[in-house]
């Protein structure tokens, strides 16, 4: 974060001017409270959702009689240096008294979840991660920078950029999936987007790294759950992604829920302090997670609130999300010596870098204008959508090429996901309109598809029987849209069971039953556990939660017009009792395979439904002539990739490796590159891809970098499980 002379001077003038506690202020984000305005508490209006008394749209209803706590006077008064809003006429209001009212007039900070767009929603980072495509992630997070920070909002809680390997986990959906090269690409890819257009002030904002660290390890799959690991797998996987984005500039970190290894991340000294801010020399700030530093306590590791406090600010917390616990108990901290001033002032000089870095105490205003600028979506924006969902689509199946559909086919268009445009949209998004959302019905109706739509049934609820027999007996192919809910994705959203959920297998059931055709186009958030639909539906479209446009996208891909190039970022288990599965595991001594006596199970063997990296297209490609030539300092691996089919496609050749012998055992293999090429048909390209040797090492325990002389495999291919291997003799 570069700022002039004369603004560190104005930073270093500042923390000298506050008192204590308008230290403490800076240190504290708060929630617009929700403070009555109905005939029962809030906290029981919520529990009332939970066990379905009221519905989602009633509950959204009787908020709009809500009465909130602005927090105004807290903040004239310095006691808040940032806020969660999305309201531009009251971030102006709140800034104008925080900028004019307040003694020293720092802005706030307006902080908000924008994890895969704003009101242009685009894929949920799962899916687009499967683009394998980094000019994209940071296009799209550019995109949402601009579109929120004319909302007034100046930071987003955003990448999420936890590694996961396991699926009953519902967060899988927010992050890039289970590769820490894959997520390291997405999380540099997303931290450019977002904070590195200074073409103006209204171009960018405050990335936000999280959920450090670890988090996607929770035990089970098992939202919120502990984490535990050896150190060396931490190096290796979990922090890489976090070191290489705040080497690309993040602005922020947010601390996670989960304990790992025995200390909760709100308050882990070795993790905030000694990775984070001494190893790689975050620049910003650390905010915790909502809540995270009173949920100590109930981690018990603090006996209180106050405690809970001094430890997270003694172990490099600079902010609280939500507690309140900063302000209530840090001036007692630090005049009972439990806390010392130099801690508070470090994390406030940070806060303060950040706030001046986004041009806050010269711009801290929304224009009338501005706020305005996408009231309607620009056609750009729109198009962006697209191009990321038509990106992120995976082509699973297509027995006998069914696809790519005819116009003209009579299609029963099936499921009750394939006409409800809120559905697309995926977890956390909060600031879309619902006319900007293209359901897969409607998207059909855009292309002048020959169909008829019967609901027959979805992710909740029966089957309508006769709509089945309509649905059968009328089109010549049936498109089943199945899939989950987004309410059964995203944070608090673990699965037991990643099957399809409700009677969809049975829909499907009764619908191959009739003999015709039928296309799976599903619509999740996680890897579903899929084996019998691969058995049995003779083609598959993986369309995850694909934003805004959505529908358009995935009529564009059944009917030909784009021929689906996405991949998968996460592997698909054949069943939830395979979690966690992913393919860069050791080897073990037992390898999985046919025999009895090796690591496999008896009702599900060992080799996962679909591996990272998979994904089929309308056409077919072929690799020859792998070659690996050793320099001094990388390996150049070249390959040669033909379209041997009828249609022009885009491969993602992927390059991996394998340490075969070394000091701590090795995964079989782990991605160390991919590049996209586009082919007519009988077109070959030759590829070529480079490996630095100081890319080939991993870390101990003690987080010493090894690179050991050895045999090394060099893959280059289409997927995790499919391709070419090279071994060469490697010496550093
Ligand atoms: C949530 C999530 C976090 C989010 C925060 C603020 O609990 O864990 O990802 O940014 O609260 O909404």
Redesign the pocket.
Known sequence: MMLSKQQEAKIQSLIKEMTLEEKIGQMNLA?VSIVGGFDVPFEELIEMVGDGRISNEEFGKIMQSAEQDFHEDEIREGKIGAL?LQDPIKANKLQKIAVEESRLGIPLLI???V?HGFKTVYPIAIAEAGAFEPELFEKTARMAAKESRSKGVTWH??P?IDVARDARWG?VS?GPGEDPFLVTEFAKAKVRGLQNDHTSTEHYVAA?L??YVAYGACEAGRDYNTTSMSRSLLHNTYLPPFEAAVKEGAASV?A??NDLNGIPCSVNQFTLRTMLKETFDLDGFVVS???GIRECVNHGIASDDAEAGQQAVNAGMDMD??TGIFSKHLKDCVKAEKVSESAMDEAVERILRVKMWLGLFDNPYVSEETMHRYDVLPKENIELALEAAKKSIVLLKNENEILPLKKETKISLVGTLADNPEEVIGA?AMSWNIEDCVSVKQGLEHAGANFTYYPCGGPEGGLNEAEIQDAIREGDVIVAVVGELVSMTG?AASKADISLPGEQRKLLERLLASGKPVVAVLMNGRPLALEWEQGHVPAILEGWHLGVQMGNAIASVLFGETNPSGRLASTFPKAAGQCPIYYNHPNTGRPGSKSKFTSRYLDAGFEPLYPFGYGLSYTTFSYRDLSVKEEPDRLIATVNVTNTGTVEGTETVQLYMRDVTASIVRPIKELKGFQKVTLKPGETAKVVMELAKSQMGFYDDERNYRLEDGIFQIFMGANARKGMMQEVEVTF
Do not use: P, V
């Open positions: 929630s969660m902080g908000l979840d994890i809680f955003a999420m967060r927010e936000c999280k959920h947010m996670s829920f997670d909502a809540n999300m939500g956390w944070e």
